[in-house]
C-alpha cells in the first residue's frame, strides 16, 4: 500500500532541541506520525503520515476498558558522516508480531512496518540528532479502537509510530545505578503477559516502581511470581550477572520479554570467547555471590539504556554492594561495542546493522 503524505507546513513545526545531550528521554516528539487503520474483513488501510497530533477515541475503544494494545521501541542513528541507520530492526518487526499473536491483535507485514518507519523517518530526517549517544527514538503502536464493552478481541484497530530525539536513558547516565528486590510485588508470571510488548506489563510495573523511587532507588528488581525465589529481570530491562569468569541470565521462560539487546549481549559475550549461561537464579545466590566477592558484575540491558551497571542492591532492608560499585569490565565493553556498532564506528560482524537510503 502506497503511504499518502500530509505534511506539516513549516511554519508549524516545532523547535528542534540545541543540545541533544540534555534531552529528557521521551518528553520530546518529532513533527510527524505514521497511522493506519485495520478493519476485521477488510485488513490494514488508510496508510498516511500526517502532523503529529492527539488521537480521536471512542470513549467506548475497547483498549480503554480491556487493555489491548502492543508497542516496540527502536532507535534511529545519524553517524558523523550523517549516514542514518537502524540497529537489529528485524528483530523488533519480528516481536511485534509475537506480541500482536498474544494480545488476539492483527499481525503486520516486517517488510512494510520497515517501510512505513523509513518513509517517516525521510520526512522528519532532521530530528534525527548527530551527537553520538543520542538517537531518535522509534515508538510503534497499536491500539483497540471499536467502541464495544465486552470481553473479547476488537474488530478495529489502530497503528501509529511516533518519534522523538532522545539522550540517556537514565539521569545517571552510564554510571552505576542502585536497585530495589521487591517481594511484596511481582510484574508477572509464566504463562501470563511477560513475554509481550503490551501496556499492561509496565502499568503492573508502576506501584513498585515507586515504592523503590521514594527509598532512593532507580529501579526494581523483579522476583518470579510463583515462588518469588528466581530473578526474573529489572524494571524495563533484562539482568545479567558476571559470576567468576561467567556471564549469568535468566532464561526466557515466557515470563520476561526477550529483549533484543539481551541477545545482542548474548552473541557478542560468547564471540570474545566468554562462557554465557541462560538459567535460572535465585535472589539467595546473587546475595551470596555479592558477599563473597564472586558476583563481579551485574548490569541491565535495554534499548532504551543499552546497558545500565548496577552498583548496589537491597533486598530484605540490607545494602549489598556488587565488586566495588563502579562500572565493571565487562559491562563497560559491551556498551562500548553495541553503542560504537550502532554508530558505525566498530566493525558490524554480526550484520545488525541496516543503513538508510534516506
Not at 520526512?123 to 527514538?137: F, H, M, N, Q, T
Amino acid at each position: 500500500m502506497k503511504i499518502s503524505l500530509h505534511p506539516v507546513e513549516p511554519h508549524e513545526r516545532r523547535p528542534k532541541p540545541k543540545d541533544a545531550k540534555k534531552l529528557v528521554f521521551g518528553r520530546v516528539f518529532s513533527d510527524h506520525m505514521f497511522k493506519m487503520d485495520y478493519e476485521t474483513g477488510e485488513g490494514w488501510k488508510n496508510p498516511r503520515i500526517v502532523g503529529y497530533r492527539a488521537l480521536e477515541m471512542d470513549p467506548a475503544a475497547m483498549v480503554l476498558h480491556y487493555g489491548q494494545g502492543i508497542f516496540e521501541g527502536l532507535k534511529a542513528y545519524r553517524w558523523r558522516n550523517d549516514t542514518i541507520s537502524l540497529f537489529r530492526s528485524d528483530q523488533n518487526w519480528e516481536r511485534w508480531n509475537r506480541s500482536a499473536r498474544r494480545m488476539c491483535m492483527p499481525e503486520l507485514d516486517v517488510n512494510y512496518q520497515a517501510y512505513a518507519v523509513e518513509e517517516l523517518l525521510k520526512i522528519d530526517k532532521e530530528w534525527i540528532p548527530r551527537a553520538v549517544g543520542s538517537s531518535l527514538y522509534i515508538r510503534p503502536t497499536m491500539i483497540a479502537t471499536e467502541p464495544h464493552l465486552g470481553v473479547r478481541p476488537a474488530n478495529h484497530y489502530l497503528y501509529f509510530i511516533i518519534t522523538g530525539p532522545v539522550a540517556a536513558y537514565y539521569a545517571e547516565g552510564f554510571n552505576p545505578v542502585k536497585i530495589y528486590v521487591s517481594e511484596e510485588y511481582v510484574r508477572t508470571v509464566r504463562g501470563g503477559l511477560g513475554e509481550a510488548k503490551t501496556m499492561a506489563n509496565y502499568a503492573s510495573s508502576l506501584y513498585a516502581a515507586e515504592i523503590a523511587k521514594e527509598k532512593g532507588f532507580t529501579q526494581v528488581l523483579w522476583l518470579d511470581g510463583v515462588e518469588q525465589r528466581y530473578v526474573d529481570e529489572v524494571g524495563t530491562s533484562n539482568i545479567f550477572f558476571r559470576i567468576g569468569d561467567e556471564l549469568i541470565t535468566p532464561p526466557l521462560t515466557g515470563a520476561i520479554l526477550p529483549g533484543i539487546t539481551r541477545d545482542s549481549v548474548m552473541q557478542l559475550a560468547a564471540h570474545w570467547g566468554i562462557k554465557v549461561t541462560e538459567r535460572r537464579i535465585t535472589i539467595d545466590e546473587v546475595v551470596e555471590t555479592a558477599q563473597s566477592g564472586e558476583l563481579k558484575e551485574m548490569f541491565a540491558s535495554g534499548t532504551a539504556a543499552v546497558i545500565s551497571p548496577v552498583g548496589e542492591f537491597s533486598y530484605r532492608e540490607r545494602m549489598y554492594r556488587i565488586a566495588d560499585g563502579k562500572v565493571g569490565e565487562w559491562a563497560q565493553k559491551l556498551y562500548d561495542e553495541i553503542l560504537g556498532i550502532k554508530y558505525g564506528e566498530r566493525e558490524d560482524i554480526f550484520g545488525w546493522v541496516k543503513q538508510l537510503d534516506i
